[in-house]
C-alpha cells in the first residue's frame, strides 16, 4: 500500500506545480488580490445590511480562495513541505492569510481589518521590480540606522543652537529643545525656510549663517547620503537577483537557465557568422 499512496502524491504535487508555476495562475491570484483591495475600500463608504451581508460573503469567497492557493503551493513540494517555508515570501504569504482565522478575530475589528489590508502587499511577490525594491530597502537597514544616527545628533545640535538664539524672539517654534527639533524637522522640506530667514534677520544677520548651514549639512548632505545608501542597496538587491536567477534550472538538464540563453545567444551569433561567410564565399563563385 506504501508506494501507490507515494507515487499518487507525487503525482498530485507535479499537477499542483504545474498549476501554481503557471501565467494564468499569477494572473488570478492578482485579480483576486486586486478585488479584495476594492472589497476593503467599498467597506469604507455607507451601505445598508443587504450589501453589507454581500460583502461579508465576499470576504469568505476571497478567504476559500486563498486558502486553496496557499494549500496548493504547499502541495506542490510533495514529500517536503517544509521547503515552502524557506522562502520569505511564501512565510508572508501563509502568516496573512491563516491569521485571520485566529481565535478572537472576528466582527470588524482593527486587527482583523489591518490583516486583511495587508493581504494587498502580496502583489510585490509577483512583480520582480517591487521584490528588488523591498529587498533593497531591507538590505538599506543597517545603513539608514547610521543615517539616522547622524540626523539624531545633527537635529539635536542644530536644535540646542537654535533654542539659544531664539527662544526669546520666537518661543513659538524655538522655545524648548523639542519644539525647535520640531521646527528644524519641519524646515528640511525647505517650505518654511523663507519665513524663518526673515523672521531670524530681524534678530541679526547673522542668524543667516545658522540656517544656511544647516540647509547645507542636512537637506543636501544628510538626503544625499541616504539616497546613496538606499541606490547601492538597490544595485547590491540587482545583482543577488541575478545570482539567485544563475541557478534556476527548469529543463533539469544540469546547466542554469540563465547559462543555458547565453549558450543559446552565442551559438546563434556564431551561425550568422557562418552564413554571412557562406553568402560571401557563394557571391564569389557567382562572380568567377
Do not use: K
Amino acid at each position: 500500500m506504501s508506494p501507490p499512496s507515494i507515487s499518487r502524491l507525487d503525482r498530485i504535487a507535479h499537477r499542483c506545480a504545474r498549476i501554481t508555476e503557471s501565467r494564468a495562475f499569477e494572473v488570478i491570484i492578482v485579480v483576486m488580490i486586486g478585488a479584495n483591495a476594492v472589497l476593503l475600500a467599498v467597506e469604507t463608504y455607507p451601505h445598508s445590511d443587504d450589501v453589507a451581508r454581500l460583502l461579508h460573503g465576499l470576504e469568505w469567497v476571497f478567504r476559500i480562495v486563498f486558502v486553496a492557493e496557499i494549500a496548493m503551493r504547499i502541495l506542490a513540494y510533495g514529500r517536503h513541505p517544509r521547503d515552502f517555508f524557506h522562502h520569505g515570501w511564501n512565510v508572508f504569504d501563509f502568516v496573512v492569510i491563516v491569521a485571520v482565522f485566529i481565535p478572537g478575530l472576528h466582527g470588524d475589528s482593527a486587527a482583523l481589518r489591518v490583516i486583511r489590508i495587508a493581504r494587498v502587499l502580496r502583489l510585490v511577490r509577483f512583480s520582480p521590480g517591487l521584490r528588488t525594491i523591498v529587498a533593497a530597502l531591507l538590505r538599506s537597514l543597517p545603513g539608514v540606522g547610521g543615517f539616522l544616527a547622524l540626523a539624531l545628533v545633527t537635529l539635536y545640535v542644530y536644535g540646542m543652537a537654535g533654542w539659544l538664539i531664539f527662544q526669546d524672539s520666537d518661543p513659538e517654534q524655538y522655545g524648548t529643545l523639542g519644539r525647535a527639533v520640531l521646527t528644524l524637522f519641519v524646515l528640511l522640506s525647505l517650505e518654511t525656510l523663507p519665513d524663518l530667514i526673515a523672521q531670524g534677520m530681524q534678530l541679526s544677520p547673522w542668524t543667516l549663517v545658522y540656517y544656511v548651514s544647516y540647509v547645507l549639512i542636512t537637506v543636501n548632505l544628510l538626503v544625499n547620503i541616504l539616497i546613496a545608501v538606499i541606490v547601492n542597496s538597490m544595485e547590491e538587491a540587482r545583482r543577488l537577483e541575478m545570482t539567485e536567477s544563475l541557478g534556476t534550472d527548469e529543463d533539469r538538464d544540469g546547466v542554469p537557465d540563465e547559462i543555458d540563453r547565453i549558450l543559446v545567444s552565442q551559438r546563434l551569433d556564431e551561425l550568422r557568422t557562418l552564413l554571412n561567410d557562406l553568402e560571401r564565399e557563394l557571391r564569389i563563385d557567382r562572380r568567377g
